[in-house]
Structure formats: C-alpha cells, structure tokens
C-alpha cells in the first residue's frame, strides 16, 4: 500500500506570506497527525483528526495555523502569515482507527520562512 | 500528560563500536514505547516499539530497546554499529489507544569509520 505522502517537500517563503502543507493519509485511516519539529528540538503534536472532525488541536501554537480536512480524506495546514520562528520540518502521520493501530509518518516538509 | 527525554543531543562512535541512547519517560499511565529514526533527507520511520509482553523488542537490523518499568527507561542498544547507522534517532510514548504521542528531542548518531 502507499504510504502516507506530503506535498511540498521543501517550501522557502518569506515572512508575510502564506504556505499550504498538504498531506495524504494512508487510503482507510480515519485518524491523521499533524506534528512539527522546529530546529533541534523536540517532534511536537499539533493537532489530531478522526476523519473530519478535529479530535485534539490542543498543540496548534497560534491561530495563524488553520488545518483542515474536508471529506476526511487528505488534509492541509495552511500557516498565514508565516513568521521566522515557523520554520521548522512539518510531519503528518495516519493510523486506522482500531485500538492499537500504530502511526505512519510521511516524509515530512521542510519549511524555510526568510 | 507523558513526556520523553532523551538525554544525549549527539553520539558519536566508531563503526563496530556498541552504541547505548538513552530514553526515559514519565506517565502517570501505562504507555506504548516507540524508537523512531530519521535517516539524511528522510522521513520518520519506525525502529521499534513495545506495546505489550516481552520487555525486549528487537528490530530487523540489529536494534533492541528494553522496557524497564522500574527505572521508565527505554533505551536503545546496538552491539555493533555500522556507517549506514548514521541518522536522527527519536524515542516516543504513547497512551493507551496510541493517540497523543509525545517525542524527544532526538539523539544524532554519528558512525564514523
């Protein structure tokens, strides 16, 4: 099966503007992640869906930082506007969701704000 | 809510050496454990993880992590290390039903020849 894929992998935008991280679940996950990691710290937990619905968007810093998805299928973070301190390596994981059932990561994308 | 820490940034050892990196949590719940690793302009992938049962998880290349109850480690051990080790390594804890997980900071493993 595919696995969980994100679009773009690399993004360099300059403070002010806007970016749109999509991500792609594996096809049947009902649950999807979404994490960052900026610069030598610590992967964190930004927020959670169950198909459409946002289960836990407790680790969304700001609300500059809107994710949606629509259909409960793929989903996007949109970040407007970007500040510097959002730079950082952006993950989305999925998992099915029975019990037990273990997190995917897709590759991540790398996000450059300048 | 758990946390993780890993306790070293970066190691670096020499190929053939044995490598220990350090993991412990706090939960005041029973977790799931995860090692998680990231290989140069890769995503994440996982190790390892202990979910339930023997205390030692071993992974397909050699790795093998610990539960230590007493101790709320995890760490991850490889007797003999190789070049193509060389990579990012996050230690995870997860609750119950595998939500929420939590990482560390990350320990970069650098194998030198």
């Known amino acids: 099966e595919a696995g969980v894929t994100q679009f773009p992998s690399h993004s360099v935008i300059e403070k002010g503007q806007t970016v749109t991280l999509r991500c792609d679940p594996i096809?049947?996950?009902?649950?999807l992640y979404w994490y960052r990691r900026v610069m030598g710290k610590e992967i964190k937990f930004l927020l959670h869906f169950v198909k459409e619905s946002k289960q836990d968007e407790s680790g969304m810093p700001n609300n500059r930082f809107l994710a949606e998805r629509t259909g409960g299928t793929y989903s996007t973070l949109k970040v407007q506007p970007a500040e510097l301190e959002d730079s950082g390596v952006y993950f989305c994981a999925s998992s099915p969701l029975r019990v037990g059932g273990l997190q995917q990561f897709g590759p991540g994308t790398r996000l450059t704000v300048l | 809510a758990q946390s993780v820490t890993q306790l070293d940034s970066q190691v670096p050892v020499f190929e053939e050496a044995p490598v220990e990196l350090r993991c412990n949590y706090s939960?005041?719940?029973?977790?799931?454990l995860f090692w998680y690793v990231q290989y140069p302009n890769q995503g994440l992938q996982l190790l390892l993880k202990?979910?339930?049962?023997?205390?030692l998880v071993e992974s397909i290349n050699g790795f093998e992590a610990e539960f230590n109850k007493s101790q709320t480690s995890f760490h991850l051990r490889k007797p003999s290390v190789h070049i193509s080790d060389t990579a990012e390594y996050f230690c995870?804890?997860?609750?119950?039903?595998?939500?929420?997980?939590?990482f560390g900071a990350g320990t970069r493993l650098t194998v030198k020849p």
């Open positions: 096809s049947g996950h009902d649950n």
């Open positions: 939960s005041s719940v029973s977790v799931y």
């Open positions: 995870a804890v997860s609750v119950y039903n595998n939500n929420d997980m939590r």
């Open positions: 202990y979910l339930s049962g023997s205390t």
